[in-house]
């Protein structure tokens, strides 16, 4: 079927262009929590069920509410809060654009020019 | 080729060999049956039991978790507060071991035929509510946060209330289907292992009669014609070489049993040679000593009847002389009337009955004669028995020789006896002619004498190139085996007295060997004579 592009976009300041995809995963995890220039990680979930949402966690390698259940441990641990989630792309686009160090994920035609591109997926659809 | 046809060790190896592929091909079905089943039954202990403890565990820490967020909620004191998060930590861990070893087993798990729809959708159904529940958890903990502490309780005991109510129903359900699956596999592992088990013992039970049935069949092919050469050996022990065995397989029961065959029929061959050869040795044994000894008799005979047939002549001439001498005398007196002085003469004479004297003198005279006549016959007919070689030796005709037979017998067969004759192509034969000719007429003779009536005669001449064969058989009153016996035998015969003189078979016998031939007689009574002469060709 069709290529659902996901692209992991940041904030136009984010000091990377690319993530590796361990690197993408301890950023979600909350395990890393501040960028390269000491800024913090704003990380960014998308809450409507979708077919984006699926290609991400696909790539991340955990189901949603696996990487809830981090994110508990790590609200209960007082180590960080869990990322807000979303109700749209557009939503995510604004909030990165917005906040420095902030890092989400919309679908690739979603993307404009006011973020970064980090990574693409290209999603085969089974 | 056919079964019965291999050799011994062939067979056996064959029919152990068989019930061996069956005895495996049962156990290795049993085997393959029983591993079949047992992982079924180790799906069941390994995977599908702790599959379910781990959902029931799931739901426990689920329920375990809501409690510890609800006193978490209702405690103020930092360090309880602090208790209830690590409790919670701690919890989270186990509910993500949980998941964790659910989907591990459910992966894990070789056997296939359980899984099901209806639990790929349940756990499905579960994630979405969970992480509802979670998403409640974190506005929660954001109440908390905001110290909304009634409406984060609110949150707890309604909306989330209802998702873990839905959930944790879903998670029953798994345990539910998980557990109805163990029995199911249970149940069809029983099931298979009643059914492999039934089979098994068929199989063996099977076996063992195929193997007996195949043992016995076995000993059939091998013991019955052994019994059988044991037996005939034991006959052929006992002196009874007509045992012929019936094996006509080819293995080695087979050949020893043919050549067993062979033996006995060169063994019986060599005892009728040996047989046959006795006999004829004893017959000419017997027939040179009687030639030895008719011939000396001859020779004894020969002289003093040939002083009587001699002197017989001279005799009758000397008495015809005397009474020619009487004759005168009388004319004398009759004359010279002398009649006073030769009356005592007279008397005497008239006493004498000189007619009769003379009547009786000659009737002596011709019964001495006749006696050294049939004496001196007899004594030919002794002679040319043991003597032979007074003809020279020529090639004849055995045809012309048996028809110039029948011409001299022809006044004794003629309207009475029909000779029915069968020649053969048969090349002239080199032989003493007149006494051949002699046999024949003998053994007509003879063939019609034996014929009281009316009867035939048959007569078959061949040849097969080397041998010529003259068969000469009657319809006559046959004989006796102890007359046919000494039918060979100078003097022997059953004609009454005068008829015949016991010689013509023995001087038939003698002419036969002197050619180097040989004299066969087959004879029943009443069922009439054959004579066969075999006569080499030469």
């Known amino acids: ?126 | 080729m056919k079964f019965k046809d291999l050799k011994l060790g062939v067979k056996l190896a064959g029919g152990f060999g068989v019930i061996l592929v069956i005895m495996a091909g049962s156990n290795i079905f049993s085997i393959r049956r029983m591993s079949a089943i047992k992982n079924e039954i180790d799906d069941v202990t390994a995977n599908r039991l702790p599959r379910a403890l781990a959902l029931a565990d799931l739901n426990l820490n689920t329920a375990a978790l809501r409690i510890s967020q609800l006193q978490h909620a209702f405690t103020r004191e930092p360090a309880a507060r602090q208790q209830q998060k690590d409790i919670m930590i701690r919890l989270i861990d186990r509910i993500e071991g949980n998941k964790d070893a659910y989907e591990r087993l459910k992966n894990e798990s070789t056997v296939r035929q359980f899984d099901s729809a209806e639990e790929d959708a349940l756990y499905a159904a579960f994630e979405r509510k969970w992480e509802t529940y979670q998403d409640l958890s974190f506005t929660f903990f954001d109440l908390l946060g905001d110290n909304a502490t009634d409406k984060a309780i609110a949150l707890l005991n309604g909306a989330a209330q209802n998702i873990f109510d839905n959930f944790s129903a879903d998670l029953t359900a798994l345990v539910q289907v998980n557990k109805r699956n163990s029995s199911e596999a249970a149940r069809r592992a029983d099931v298979a292992f009643q059914s492999a088990r039934a089979i098994t013992r068929t199989l063996s039970a099977g076996t063992i009669l195929f193997s007996a049935f195949l043992v016995a069949w076995l000993a059939r092919f091998i013991a019955v014609p052994v019994r059988q050469l044991v037996g005939a050996a034991k006959g052929v022990a006992g002196g009874d070489l007509n045992v012929h065995l019936n094996i006509d397989s080819k293995d080695e029961i087979g050949n020893l049993a043919h050549s067993f065959n062979l033996m006995t029929a060169s063994l019986r061959e060599a005892r009728e040679r040996m047989q046959k050869a006795q006999v004829q040795l004893v017959q000419s044994e017997k027939m040179a000593s009687l030639g030895q000894l008719t011939a000396g008799i001859a020779h004894e005979i020969n002289n003093p009847v040939n002083f009587i047939s001699a002197n017989v002549n001279p005799l009758r001439r000397d008495i015809a002389e005397v009474l020619a001498v009487l004759a005168q005398y009388d004319e004398t007196v009759a004359t010279q009337q002398l009649q006073e002085k030769f009356n005592t003469v007279e008397t005497l004479k008239k006493n004498l009955d000189l007619p009769y004297l003379k009547e009786e003198i000659n009737n002596l005279l011709d019964g001495v004669q006749e006696g050294a006549q049939r004496t001196s016959e007899i004594v030919k007919g002794l002679r040319s028995f043991t003597r032979l070689g007074e003809d020279e030796r020529k090639p004849a005709d055995i045809n012309q020789g048996i028809e110039s037979a029948l011409l001299m017998l022809k006044h004794q067969l003629k309207n009475r006896v029909e000779v029915i004759k069968d020649y053969g192509n048969v090349p002239p034969v080199v032989c003493y002619p007149g006494k051949l000719n002699q046999v024949f007429l003998n053994l007509l003779a003879n063939a019609s004498q034996a014929i009281a009536g009316a009867g035939k005669i048959f007569i078959k001449t061949s040849c097969d190139g080397e041998i010529v064969t003259i068969a000469i058989k009657d319809t006559g009153m046959g004989m006796t085996p102890e007359v046919r016996k000494h039918i060979f035998e100078p003097f022997f015969t059953t004609k009454p007295i005068g008829e015949g003189t016991g010689l013509g078979l023995p001087i038939t016998y003698g002419i036969i060997e002197a050619h180097d031939g040989n004299i066969e007689v087959y004879s029943e009574p009443d069922q009439g004579s054959e004579f066969v002469i075999t006569l080499p060709v030469k």
């Not at chain 1, 960014?44 to 809830?68: C, H, N, Q, W």
């Not at chain 1, 979303?86 to 919309?106: C, D, H, M, N, Y």
């Open chain 1, 1 to 126: 079927m069709a290529f659902a592009q996901v692209a992991i976009i940041a904030h136009k300041a984010a000091p990377e262009d690319t993530l590796s995809h361990a690197q993408l995963l301890d950023f979600y995890s909350c395990e890393i929590k501040t960028w390269r220039n000491k800024i913090p990680v704003v990380v960014f979930d998308l809450k409507p069920v979708s077919e984006i949402r699926e290609a991400f966690y696909k790539l991340l390698g955990k189901t949603p509410s696996r990487m809830k259940s981090i994110w508990l441990k790590k609200l209960l641990m007082g180590e960080s809060n869990p990322p807000l989630a979303l109700e749209s792309e557009e939503e995510v686009l604004k909030k990165v654009a917005a906040t420095r160090g902030a890092i989400g994920f919309v679908g690739k035609t979603k993307v404009t020019g006011d973020v970064k591109i980090i990574m693409v997926i290209e999603k085969k659809e089974k």
